[in-house]
């Protein structure tokens, strides 16, 4: 880690359903930290769903609203970030994250978020013909973003308690070698 980095928050990036907002709230209460979840910060000021936004106003709407709220996240202190899995696949969100924050991927294979996502309907992404086919095309397309994290945790063969674990020791380790301000 690079002794000049600022890390007064962790921010996990990756695609959907790999665990970031749960990963989030269990390390947030562990830490005694924040937790903000940067879609739920878009609702809050869009009054309405990722869902309606994508429907009523558009996917570009939408990622604007998402750079307003990486931006103030600047502003964040002591606080861990869940992202949607859009943002950390835009190299300017990661380097505007990597000035306050630790950025943890966490990583599963196309075959493993298919899984977990299937039975889920309010991802406007996921609301196409082939969405299997779609998640591997788009997850191909993200990856060598999501590679620029600084740590990449492989959520699939391990359990919750182990990735929530690991992305501790992680951060802990992180703010060690950073200089913390
Ligand atoms: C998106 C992921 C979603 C949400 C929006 C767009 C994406 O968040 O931000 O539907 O582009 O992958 P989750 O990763 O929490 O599902």
Redesign the pocket.
Same mark, same amino acid.
Request: proline share 8%; net charge positive; glycine share 24%.
């Given at each position: 880690m690079n002794p000049d980095r600022t890390i007064r928050n962790l921010a996990l990036i990756g695609?959907?359903g790999t665990g970031?907002?749960t990963v989030g709230h269990a390390a947030a209460y562990h830490l005694g930290f924040d937790f903000v979840d940067t879609?739920r910060l878009i609702e809050a000021r869009a009054h309405k769903s990722?869902a309606d936004i994508f429907a009523q106003d558009g996917e570009e709407v939408f990622r604007e609203l998402e750079r307003q709220v990486v931006e103030d996240l600047a502003q964040c202190d002591r606080t861990v970030i869940a992202t %949607? %899995? %859009?943002l950390g696949a835009n190299l300017d969100h990661l380097v505007s994250l990597k000035r306050h924050a630790l950025v943890v991927c966490l990583w599963t294979t196309a075959d493993v978020i298919w899984e977990r996502v299937r039975h889920h309907s309010h991802?406007?992404?996921l609301r196409v013909p082939n969405p299997r086919a779609h998640i591997r095309e788009l997850l191909a397309r993200r990856e060598p973003f999501y590679r620029q994290a600084d740590v990449l945790v492989n959520t699939g063969p391990r359990r919750l308690r182990d990735v929530i674990c690991h992305v501790l020791r992680e951060f802990a380790s992180a703010r060690r070698s950073a200089r913390r301000r």
């Open positions: 695609f959907m970031k907002s879609d990722v %949607g %899995g %859009g991802r406007p992404l």
